[in-house]
Every structure is written in structure tokens, then in C-alpha cells.
């Protein structure tokens, strides 16, 4: 696979970003060189746990030259999703190089061309460079106090597919994403008790009103000034989903937008989670302090001071289930300095440009309250505008 000649264009990544930017490339008449780190296009979403679906609904998650079928009904499922994607090359007229894990991207100033080493040790050069490689690359499961010695299993909310492996089991969850919200749920359906430790009151939304998905809310007040869009949203998750202080999940202390910016998670967009709570059949607790053996150390409360010794809680779960996140690997993947901010996150989006990287652009690192797709489809044609016009 290896290729000597310099490419016009290198996509890293053929997930739903990728294939748009490559779309895009072909549409404005430039060959794009698109590699994918699994072995078939489709197979991130392809193995997704079973029942996802999509929280943009059909509309809304339109990518570039690709509108969901009608008879994938209102909120697309992982089969929808992955026949989209795995149809994406031939539909768009391109190629993807499958089973290619990118190492290293860097920038040859002298000769003004970025080049690309594979973990294989294969060599690229391309004049421009997009990396598609999305927020979900490296899973993260924190370095808890004691965790070596836990005598049960820890796997990460990505490595889960169904909540019939666990049943009887009791199970405790770790996170506020919709992930874990939707993880919770399922199991409460299989397993003996389904425990969710919260470090910060999530954002808990409607995940349509009156039939509009809240991706469309997202669209009308996109150009709203952020407190008015954060005054609406709260008004929306004290009148359609309530309060849940009494069942260990108060209201979150910050608005949305402030939230977002400091830990990058959407608002739980799952109903079921919140019936659930109601229910009894999930029970919230703060944070794990710590882990001996089989006993896994919680706050009783959110937020509780950690040196309330008298409000520990041990746990003995069977599984906890991660659902803690995500590192994007920029800081490593891209040798630019400067190019990652702190949490590992790009510090330039879409059609932005880094001052020492010229013709680099990443995708899909953006998840506004208009929804992920819908972002990716414009941001892929303003990237490729902007090649179109440097190359």
C-alpha cells in the first residue's frame, strides 16, 4: 500500500467525517487518498451495543450527498447507519485503504508537505491532510485508587454490546453521557441492580418536543447568544423532565454551555434513563474514591466533600462499566506543537487553520447542539472549498 508519489489530499479516518470530506473532494475534482484504521468502513458504528440509534433523528443527520431512506424511520438505527457508511466509496466514486492505524502526521517545512507514518512503518506524503479521526478514538478508564486489586471485570462503555451478558449481575455504571444513561437502562432489564456513580449533574433533556427532534432547537438558535439558547434549555429540563434531586440527581449547577466547554459531554437525551431513576430501578451515587478488592468506595451523594468519610458507601459490583470518555490522541498522532489544548482536544475546527500547520484540518471535532452529522456535512464543504482554492 505504500506510495511513493505525493498525494493532493490525505483523509485519516472513513467513519462518517471521512466519507463526507472524500464525497466533497470528488464533487470539486480532487482525488483524495483515504485511509481507515479498521478493516471494513462502517465497523465503528458497526459494533456499537445493540439498540443505538441515532439522536439527530433522520433529517437532521443527513451527510454530504447522503440523506437517510425514509424507511429508516425517525431516529436511524446501527444497521441504518452502517449500510450509509459502508456504501459511502462507491456511492461518492473513491477508495479507502482499510486496516492502515495512522502513527505519527508531521509537517516537512522545507519541502512544504506533510507526511504520514503508519504504525506498520508504511510512509505517505500528501499535500494536504484532514483528519477525520473523530473525539472517540482512545477509551478511557481513569486510574482509580486501588483499581489493580479489583476482583471483578472493568470494560469500557465502547467494549459493550448487549445487556443479556449480564445478567444477574450486579452492575455499576460510571459516567453521565448518553452512553452510560443508555447502558443503565438496558441492564435494568437483565441485571439484579444497576448503579450509576456521577461525578457532576448532567444536563437532561427531551429528546424530541412535539415531534421535533431537539437537534432542530439546536438549528433555530444557533445564532441566538449562548444565554438565551442556555435560559431555554433550562427551561426545557425543569418542564419536561423535572426535578430528580430527590432520586440523587439535582439540577446541574452550571449551564450548558459552560458544562460543555469543561467536559465535552452532550445533555442525556435517553427518556428511559430518567423513568428508570424515578422508578428505583437505577440508583445514583457520586463518585468512586477509591477500590479494595471487591469493595468499590462511592460518595453516597454527588456532591459530597470527598473528606466526609461518613458518607462512603461501598459497592460490590460484579462489572463496572466505564463509560468515562474518550482522548482524541491528537497531542501524539499530530507533531505540531501547540496543535492539542490540554485536554487533547484540537485547538482549530472545520476550515481553521494552525499558524505552523498550513493545509491541515480536522473534522468532526465539534458536537454542537445542532447535532454532530449536520455539523460534519458543512464543515466537509468548507474544508474542501478551501483546498479546492490552496491546492
Known amino acids: 500500500m505504500e506510495n511513493n508519489d505525493i498525494h493532493d489530499v490525505t483523509v485519516i479516518g472513513a467513519g462518517p467525517a471521512g466519507l463526507s470530506v472524500a464525497y466533497e473532494l470528488v464533487n470539486a475534482g480532487i482525488k483524495p487518498f483515504v485511509v481507515e484504521r479498521t478493516a471494513v468502513v462502517g465497523d465503528v458504528w458497526r459494533n456499537h451495543y445493540d439498540g443505538v440509534r441515532l439522536n439527530s433523528g433522520r433529517y437532521f443527520s443527513a451527510l454530504s450527498g447522503s440523506k437517510f431512506p425514509l424507511s429508516a424511520g425517525s431516529w436511524p438505527s446501527r444497521e441504518e ?10 456511492r461518492g466514486g473513491f477508495t479507502v485503504h482499510t486496516d492502515i492505524d495512522i502513527d505519527k502526521v508531521s509537517y516537512d517545512r522545507q519541502r512544504d508537505i506533510w507526511l504520514i507514518t503508519s504504525t506498520e512503518g508504511k510512509h505517505f506524503e500528501s499535500r494536504a491532510v484532514v483528519m477525520a479521526i473523530g473525539g472517540c478514538r482512545i477509551p478511557v478508564i481513569p486510574n482509580w485508587e486501588g483499581v489493580e486489586t479489583f476482583s471483578g471485570e472493568i470494560l469500557h462503555s465502547s467494549k459493550f454490546k448487549n445487556a443479556q451478558a449480564f445478567s444477574g449481575k450486579h452492575i455499576l455504571v460510571v459516567g453521565s453521557g448518553n452512553s ?9 432489564d437483565h441485571a439484579s441492580s444497576v448503579t450509576v456513580s456521577v461525578r457532576t449533574a448532567p444536563h437532561i433533556l427531551p429528546k424530541s418536543i412535539y415531534g421535533i427532534p431537539l437537534i432542530g432547537i439546536g438549528v433555530w438558535t444557533r445564532s441566538w447568544p449562548t444565554a438565551w439558547v442556555d435560559g431555554l434549555l433550562r427551561f426545557l429540563q425543569h ?12 439540577y446541574p449547577d452550571l449551564p450548558l454551555s459552560k458544562q460543555y466547554a469543561i467536559n465535552n459531554v452532550v445533555p442525556i437525551l435517553y427518556r428511559p434513563f430518567v423513568d428508570d431513576v424515578r422508578a428505583g430501578r437505577i440508583k445514583i451515587v457520586g463518585p468512586i474514591q477509591k477500590i479494595t478488592g471487591k469493595s468499590v ?6 456532591h459530597t466533600s470527598p473528606t466526609e468519610e461518613n458518607d462512603l458507601v461501598a459497592l460490590e459490583p460484579d462489572v463496572i462499566i466505564a463509560g468515562t470518555g474518550f482522548r482524541t490522541g491528537i497531542s501524539k498522532l499530530v507533531q505540531v506543537p501547540g496543535i492539542a489544548d490540554k485536554d487533547d482536544r484540537s485547538v482549530i475546527a472545520g476550515d481553521q487553520e494552525f499558524k505552523d500547520a498550513p493545509r491541515l484540518y480536522f473534522i468532526g471535532q465539534i458536537n454542537p447542539l445542532s447535532g454532530l452529522l449536520r455539523e460534519i456535512r458543512l464543515e466537509a464543504g468548507r474544508i474542501v472549498q478551501k483546498i479546492k482554492h490552496q491546492l
Open 81 to 90: 447507519v452502517v449500510r450509509l457508511l459502508e456504501t459511502f466509496p462507491t
Open 180 to 188: 452510560a444513561a443508555e447502558i443503565a437502562s438496558k441492564l435494568t
Open 239 to 250: 418542564s419536561m423532565i423535572g426535578d430528580l434531586s430527590a432520586h440523587g440527581l439535582p
Open 297 to 302: 468506595h462511592v460518595l453516597r451523594h454527588i
